[in-house]
């Protein structure tokens, strides 16, 4: 009985041997039927491959610059967003005298180039002083008046009693309207007699007087007699402006004669 068992189980052994060595057979036979398509196929797929390495490697390296680039982006749109802040600022503290200028200006531009516009643009209101534009020259040589405003940094810095109730506009309006004064004596001390009539040649003769000793000579001036403005009169409300420019700077008043005489100063 063990023995035919035993024969049995040896049967099944060299039928599975069998089998599997028949299967063997069919995968080579299969694997060499077609060589040189099997070559071309591979060759194919190895190009397609590599083309797709080459692909990934170039979207890796872009986004590699990509990234890089992030920072510097940000730091782009972070001064793009302060220029802003700057620029709503400078427009919410813009004097109206300005304003109304500006929108002249937007509903007719051909009239800035036909005709000069009486003010000058009134400077950012950065965290530092800063200066006019350089004057510019007009038709007969002459140098308009620079016009050096000042910041929100001038008005804060000072007192509260000295500031009263004074805003940034009222008192940058004050320096438009100075150098408007010192413009009108400039042109007057240059103007040829024929063509002024004799009250208006004898205070030529007086401002040249004026405009040749020595605290004035090559600077411009006004006088008190000449604050007639709307922004800049010989009231309480311009005694405290020009207390509030000389304290900062801009003015220096000297007496010649009987005038008092205002000098526009650059500030320090």
């Known amino acids: 009985m063990e023995v035919k068992e035993a024969g049995t189980c040896l049967d099944s052994l060299v039928s599975s041997f069998s089998a599997r060595i028949v299967e063997l057979q069919e995968l080579v036979i299969a694997r060499n039927m077609y060589p040189a398509t099997a070559i071309t196929d591979l060759t194919a797929v190895d190009t397609a491959v590599k083309t797709l390495e080459y692909q990934m490697q170039a979207i890796k390296d872009r986004l590699r610059q ?8 940000r730091k782009l749109i972070d001064q793009s967003l302060r220029q802003q802040r700057k620029l709503q ?50 038709k007969k040589g002459h140098t308009s008046s620079p016009r050096w405003f000042i910041t929100v940094e001038d008005i804060d810095s000072l007192s509260s009693y000295m500031r009263g ?10 320096i438009n309207e100075m150098a408007m004064y010192a413009d009108a004596n400039a042109q007057l ?36 007699s000449d604050m007639k403005g709307s922004a800049l009169k010989l009231d309480n409300t311009g005694k405290a ?28």
């Open 165 to 174: 109730r004074l805003t940034l506009e009222k008192v940058n309006a004050a």
């Open 89 to 138: 600022h400078m427009l919410a503290h813009m004097p109206s005298c300005f304003l109304e200028s500006t929108g002249t200006l937007n509903r007719n531009p051909s009239c800035a180039i036909r005709e000069p516009s009486n003010h000058h643009d009134i400077p950012p209101l950065s965290s530092k002083v800063e200066e006019s534009a350089a004057p510019r020259k007009e």
């Open 189 to 224: 001390i240059s103007a040829p007699k024929k063509k002024l009539s004799e009250d208006t040649w004898e205070r030529a003769l007086e401002l040249r007087d004026i405009a040749m000793a020595e605290p004035v000579k090559g600077k411009h001036f006004f006088l008190d």
């Open 66 to 73: 990509e990234a890089a680039a992030i920072p510097k982006a």
């Open 241 to 268: 402006i020009l207390t509030i420019l000389r304290h900062l700077g801009r003015v220096h008043e000297t007496r010649i004669g009987h005038h008092r005489v205002f000098t526009l100063s650059k500030p320090q």
